[in-house]
């Protein structure tokens, strides 16, 4: 048994690093925010680039590009500064069921969070006191605390009740409808963790990475039940849990490192 665990640990290992290198996400969404350099752009194209990615990468990518051109190329400035008569140019603005609708929700959320505050990690911080010590590993309070950042986040962001559409609301999913969250899960990741790769930012400080639980693609499920790390015959919140669960007893500060390993044996056809 204990061998069989460091065989699979090793793999994992081998293959997290294999994958974790700015080369493999040339053709990955995250590679949208690193066209930026300020910590707003990088949020902002993270986020909404981490929301749109469903489809084929190449089409994802496209139109992640379509929304950084439409915001003249400064999605941070734009942000702030644009007028009414800019928005009309959002008006045919369409992805999959994303449409312009939730586009011109989506700039009026950011504008008015970002008219109180410098980094969007405050919209998933329900509170100070929900944050544990980054020393708390495995516990059940660091998985209920990355529960809450989501629930807090969704409710924040469909908020605006005024304007806010209802229609936008499938587009930020949250662990309250047992959701598997697996979009907003990758922008955390992207956000929160660090290790100086070169692929994922580690701009956010007050989220750790062991507190972050791992997103479930279509290529993670797979691969996560082929090596017999997943179980749960549904793919929602709960397997997301047990998935990261099953991840921590191979490196408890840093489960979602293995996303690299997973979905890349997966995105690469080696399993």
């Known amino acids: 048994m204990q061998e069989s665990y460091s065989s699979l640990k090793d793999f994992l290992d081998t293959k997290a690093d ?24 990088i949020e902002l194209m993270g986020f909404w680039s981490a929301v749109l990615a469903w489809g084929h990468r190449s089409v994802i990518l496209k139109k992640a590009t379509e929304l950084v051109e439409l915001m003249d190329g400064t999605p941070y ?5 644009h007028g009414e008569s800019d928005l009309k140019r959002f008006l045919n603005f369409k992805h999959r069921t994303f449409n ?13 969070y970002y ?31 990355v529960e809450a950042s989501l629930i807090a986040f969704h409710d924040r962001f ?22 598997s969250c697996k979009r907003l899960l990758m922008f955390l990741r992207w956000m929160v963790r660090h290790d100086n790769r070169g692929v994922d930012f580690g701009l956010w400080t007050r989220l750790h990475s062991s507190q972050l639980v791992i997103p479930i693609d279509v290529h993670v499920n797979r691969v996560a039940r ?11 919140w709960k397997a997301a849990l047990e998935l990261t669960e099953t991840l921590r007893q191979f490196d408890p500060l840093d489960p979602v490192r293995y996303d690299f390993a997973l979905f890349g044996l997966g995105v690469e056809g080696e399993m």
């Open 158 to 179: 469909c908020g605006l009740t005024d304007f806010f559409p209802e229609r936008t609301r499938k587009h930020i999913a949250t662990p309250a409808r047992n959701s």
């Open 77 to 81: 400035d734009f942000i702030r500064n």
């Open 100 to 112: 312009a609708t939730d586009a011109l929700y989506f700039l009026h959320f950011f504008r008015h």
């Open 115 to 145: 008219q109180e505050h410098d980094s969007l990690e405050d919209a998933f911080l329900s509170s100070p006191s929900d944050i544990p010590p980054v020393n708390v590993i495995g516990t059940p309070a660091i998985l209920q605390t």
């Open 226 to 236: 082929q090596l017999k790390l997943l179980t749960r015959p549904q793919t929602d």
């Open 18 to 41: 294999q994958y974790n290198r700015p080369s493999f996400v040339e053709r990955d969404p995250i590679s949208i925010p690193h066209r930026f350099s300020q910590k707003q752009d």
